[in-house]
């Protein structure tokens, strides 16, 4: 059980296209699904959270025009990097927290490569 | 402000070494702590986790005690593998049920035959 998918898996886009990210608790519902970026050998870095039927909270730094958050449903959230550019190129990760269960563990998808070019 | 510190990696150990991954944390409250393995081109896989005092969480040979009187949580194994090369992550979550989890960099390690 618990289990997180994203979509696609790995993408490239050219610059000044749009591109968007799928996250899907797969066998629980989320109502807090999060959204991580990874840049390689570092750490993970919180985008933001994002609350089902509510408006996301952004990390500071985070340009919220830029990165879209809908969480329309409680098994979906979705990313779009709008106008990218090579400087978005990372890998992208989302996660999502069982509202059915008080743990706060979160379950983590396999994550999203973006390459921008 | 809540935080964690890992050791520096990389850390390269031949098969059947000992290892021990060190993490502190600084957290107002009492967090819940996790330890998150992520292996080359994948996603986070949970490791262990603890969410009190004391606790010990284990998994697949991996061990790591939530030591409040130090504020640490190190991860260990006693006789690793070539297949446990992979990313250790060491992340706290505060006590507010939805909040995101703060992570450490992150570990390398590397395992040789």
């Known amino acids: 059980g618990a289990v997180v998918s994203q979509h696609p898996s790995w993408v490239i886009c050219k610059s000044g296209t749009s591109v968007k990210i799928e996250c899907r608790s797969l066998d629980f519902q989320a109502t807090t699904m999060f959204w991580y970026r990874q840049f390689p050998k570092q750490s993970l870095m919180l985008m933001a959270t994002?609350?089902?039927?509510?408006?996301?909270?952004?990390e500071q730094g985070v340009e919220k025009d830029k990165f879209l958050i809908n969480h329309a449903s409680l098994t979906l959230s979705t990313l779009t990097v709008t106008s990218a550019h090579p400087e978005d190129s990372s890998f992208y990760i989302c996660?999502?927290?069982?509202?059915?269960?008080?743990?706060?563990?979160?379950?983590f998808g396999p994550g999203t490569r973006l390459t921008v070019t | 402000g809540n935080s964690v510190t890992q050791m520096e990696g990389p850390v390269t150990l031949s098969e059947e070494a000992f290892l021990t991954i060190n993490c502190t944390y600084t957290a107002t409250g009492y967090p819940s702590l996790f330890w998150y393995v992520q292996y080359p081109g994948e996603g986070l896989q949970l490791l262990l986790k603890a969410t009190k005092a004391d606790d010990k969480g284990s998994n697949k040979g991996f061990e790591a005690t939530y030591r409040k009187e130090t504020t640490s949580f190190h991860l260990e194994k006693g006789s690793v593998q070539v297949s446990d090369s992979a990313v250790y992550f060491c992340?706290?979550?505060?006590?507010?049920?939805?909040?995101?989890?703060?992570f450490g960099k992150g570990t390398t390690l590397s395992v040789s035959s």
């Open positions: 994002s609350n089902e039927g509510s408006k996301a909270t952004y």
């Open positions: 996660s999502a927290r069982d509202s059915g269960t008080p743990s706060y563990e979160q379950y």
């Open positions: 992340a706290l979550s505060v006590a507010q049920a939805g909040t995101a989890l703060i």
